[in-house]
């Protein structure tokens, strides 16, 4: 096979991060790549109910280790129905990562 009949990937305009670069190698071997992970996957991993109406803003890393993840509802009038899936969301999110990785997570308005 010559080098004429390989496929020739474009390259992006913009940089990537190693987890996008190594994203789908990791998702193959069953490992996260990392946070960032988390917000790219975020309505796999809550559902359609949850990402509709909020979206990630932040992944804090708390002192133990665990994350806060904070939320932004996509309307004010959401804020109180996404409070109420908070219990939710951290069930979703722990079963995602394999543990109990996420211990807090804060709405902002």
């Excluded at 804090?60 to 219990?87: C, G, H, M, W």
């Amino acid at each position: 096979m010559s080098n004429q009949d390989k496929k020739i990937e474009i390259r992006k305009a913009r940089p990537q991060t190693l987890a996008a670069s190594f994203g789908g190698l990791f998702e193959t071997l069953g490992i996260r790549a990392s946070d960032s992970d988390l917000a790219e996957n975020w309505q796999n991993i809550v559902g359609d109910d949850i990402a509709k109406i909020a979206n990630v803003v932040a992944i804090k890393i708390a002192r133990d280790k665990t994350f806060n993840v904070v939320l932004r509802p996509v309307s004010p009038a959401f804020a109180l129905e996404l409070s109420y899936k908070v219990d939710e969301c951290i069930k979703k999110l722990n079963k995602y990562y394999g543990r109990n990785a996420v211990s807090k997570i804060t709405i902002r308005k």
